[in-house]
Each structure stands twice: as structure tokens, then as C-alpha cells.
């Protein structure tokens, strides 16, 4: 009997990338405007290599690439990116697709939910509270929570300990193989790819389910509890 839906949030629940991918066009946009004269894949270019080696969550990213480009900070360029990239961020940061539906339905049959996010303890509330999802979750664990990233057993290991199941009691869903999928099924969790997040275009996900709907959920939900 599945007691436990745990969900990834970035790219499982909401589209992430295209979230970062919108925020960041815009704020390459208002940098121009503001005076950094250069062209727009260039800046583009530093800003992802900034995030390939610092991590997609860098909150500097803005300054490091202004102080490689003109060996300063110039305030009112990283203003005027800071400003348009929070704005499109808040604009461009949507549910997929069917996400509260099916989280209702899942709490309507009784199951207790949680997210399990490599994402900062500050930026993951952020997003749940913009997203109105953040009473929806009994447990939300981050990765300042444990220190651990997925596919490391403590994160998973944590949430079935506070809600008192054992791994075949619980469903992990997530959009990334080698961490949602391994990290959860490693410990017996029932294993779930939301292909519609995916953008590595991935053949084998090694997950026991995998959908291209989020409301798939609640029939594989079913059909599982209803053999029990």
C-alpha cells in the first residue's frame, strides 16, 4: 500500500529551466540596455558557465560575469539585470500542467506528501509559497536540511522516518535518473519518471513507472493500492 508521495520540485513539479532560461534572456536584455554593450551571447555564455561551475543557484552569477567582462562591478548594469531577472523569473515560473489536480486527488485518497530538493532551504520555500504549494507538502526537505544531495540515502532515509513507513510505503517521483530515480530505488522506494520534465532526452530511466502526465499519477496510485 503506497501511503507516501515524494515529488522532486524543479523540472517535477514546476519547469525550471524554462523558468531560468526566460529570467535570464531578460536580464541579458536589460544588462545591454543599462550599458554592457556587447552582444547577448556573449553575456549569455559567461552566465551558463558561471552556473556550470558554481551551480545553477548562484545568487552572484551577475557580478562574477560583469567583473570578467569589465573587470568591475558596474551597479547600475547588474541593477538592471537583477531587476528584469526577477521579474521575468515570477512571470515565467508556472505549475506543469495538472500538478494541483493531482495533488488534491492524491490527498483526497488519504496519501501524505513531501518534496525532496537539492535546491537551497531558502529558494525551495521561495518557489512552493509563489506556486501556492506550500501547504500541500507534510514534509519539505531541502538540501541544507541534511547536507546531502540526492542520490545520497539520507535524504530519502529522512522523510521515511518522519513519516514512520518503510520504503516499499512510498513513491518517489522525478524528472533526473541518475538522482530521483537511483537515489530512491536504491532504498526500495517505488520509482516514478516524469519524462515530461525531462530535457537530456533520456531512453532508459530505470524507474518502474515513468509518465508523460502528472495525472497519471493517481491511476498508477490506484491500481497499486487497489491490489493490496
Known sequence: MIAVVIFDLDNTLTDFMRMKESAVDAAVDAMIDAGL????????????????????????????????LLGEVNHKVLAAGVVAYRRAREAALVLYPHVRVT???????????????????????????YLQLHHMFEKVLTFEDTGERKPSPVPFKTVLEHFAVQPQQAMMVGDWPERDISGAAQLGIITVFARYGDRAGVTESGAKYEIDDIIELVKIVDNHNSKK
Open 37 to 68: 554593450m556587447l552582444p547577448a551571447q556573449t553575456i549569455k555564455d559567461r552566465i551558463y558557465d558561471v552556473y556550470d561551475k558554481k551551480g545553477i543557484e548562484f545568487q552572484g552569477v551577475f557580478d562574477d560575469v560583469l567583473n570578467q
Open 103 to 129: 495533488l488534491f486527488e492524491l490527498i483526497k485518497r488519504g496519501l501524505r506528501l513531501a518534496v525532496i530538493t537539492d535546491a537551497p532551504r531558502k529558494e525551495g520555500w521561495l518557489r512552493l509559497c
